[in-house]
């Protein structure tokens, strides 16, 4: 069911973007110490093999729950000239949110299956990967593919890269056949970034994305309450259903949305070594063609305290304003032919003016042999965000906790 997003719009998805920009993180992951010595006569197997289990469990005070089980796994050679990996995902869903209670239904229940598998290939400065992705879920199928160009100059010391994505979206009605009600999204994503060593310690990376949305994105779900001119001015911030429900008009229609949506984000991470840890920011910019420009800062160290243990404060912060046709009331004028309703109206919040603070904190344990810990290692991270909605019905802010318990392994 499409009613219900845990993520801003704004702070949406980097894409491609962390293909580029994740070379960063790995200065984070080495160890203090030097890598113990090849065992004298012991065969070293050109291929390795990753393979990592994680269990993600989201929840609000709006009452929305999410438990995701993800399974994943890549097999590449040594030195890295080629890889295959996957991933499979389930999200159970509940949820019994003030978007569904104002609608008079109750709390629903939604299971999601998503997956998708890839390959790269860069024997030298030069490769080139691929994708596959599809999600299920009653009213809502997506498939989606694209690959990416990459390249290393500079003595290795930049990196460049160019991607393409597409995403075909179909959105339906739960219990109702694609065939007797659907409409399609397509979004085309083009990713383009540089990755910089400035020295030993200092690594910069800068990406630039561009989606392309064409199609109905509108919720079949979403009924917008409307309001006369000489009420709507005095609906309050975060009024409640009881007083919507007796101010507004009768009629209540579904949510409609412009059929085109242009994104653009540009993206800088900057990471630095320490003695005993690394130091990444981040900055993203995003605008978009219907008016929404955010911004998003992120800052956490990654602090390895021994060979075995590593841990990771983080804080982010995210502010927009809200899509031009964004409205608290919207106004229904009455004409000659009856009432007339604005042409594009939604009661997503995640497209009106928000402001959120993330704070977290992860960890990694390496429960691996003496001679390399990180070979099977548990990690966990919780966060949590309180964000404020500055001129929304039914709800003036909304805190989240989201934890993740993962198992990480390495096999070679």
């Known amino acids: ?107 629903w229940h939604e299971v999601r299956q998503a997956g998708n598998l890839g390959a790269g290939y860069k024997p030298k400065d030069f490769g080139a990967d691929v994708s596959a992705a599809i999600s299920r879920e009653p009213d809502y199928h997506s498939i989606a593919g694209g690959g990416n160009l990459v390249w290393d100059f500079d003595d290795k010391n930049g990196t460049a890269l160019l991607g393409y994505s597409y995403d075909h979206d179909t959105i339906g009605r739960t ?53 006369s001119p000489d009420v709507a001015p005095t609906i309050a911030k975060g009024a409640s259903i009881s007083v919507v429900n007796a101010e507004r008009l009768p009629d209540r229609p579904l949510e409609n949305l412009p059929d085109s949506r242009d994104r653009y984000s540009l993206t800088a991470r900057f990471g630095y070594r320490f003695a005993h840890g690394t130091l990444r920011a981040d900055e993203r910019l995003y605008t978009d063609t219907w008016r929404l420009h955010a911004t998003t800062t992120e800052l956490r160290y990654y602090a390895n305290l021994s060979r075995r243990l590593m841990v990771w404060p983080l804080v982010r912060v995210h502010a927009q304003n809200g899509v031009y046709f964004w409205s608290r009331a919207y106004v229904s004028q009455f004409g000659s032919g009856g009432f007339e309703l604005p042409t594009y109206r939604t009661g997503d919040r995640e497209l009106g003016p928000l402001f959120s603070i993330t704070g977290g904190l992860g960890g990694s344990f390496g429960i691996g042999p003496a001679s390399d810990p990180s070979l099977l290692s548990i990690r966990a991270q919780a966060d949590y965000v309180g964000t404020e909605f500055l001129d929304d019905l039914y709800v003036k802010s909304r805190g989240s906790v989201l934890g993740t318990l993962g198992l990480d392994g390495v096999f070679q």
């Open 175 to 227: 219990g109702t056949p694609f065939s007797v009600y659907s409409h399609a999204l397509a979004v085309h994503t083009l990713a383009g970034g540089i990755t910089l060593t400035l020295n030993r310690a200092a690594v910069l990376a800068l990406v630039s994305d561009v989606i392309i949305e064409s199609g109905d994105q509108s919720k079949p779900y979403r009924y917008i309450p409307m309001f």
């Open 1 to 107: 069911m499409q009613l219900i997003r845990a993520c801003s719009v704004g702070a949406a998805a980097f894409g491609c973007a962390a293909l580029v920009i994740g070379v960063a993180v790995p200065l984070a992951h080495a160890a203090d110490a030097p890598p113990a010595p090849d065992t004298p006569g012991k065969t070293v197997s050109p291929v390795v093999a990753k393979a990592s289990l994680d269990t993600t469990a989201y929840t609000d005070t709006d009452h929305v729950s999410v438990v995701t089980p993800v399974v994943s796994a890549e097999v590449g050679d040594r030195e890295g000239a080629w890889k295959v990996h996957g991933q499979y995902l389930v999200d159970v869903i509940s949820a019994a949110s003030v978007d569904i209670v104002s609608t008079a239904s109750q709390r």
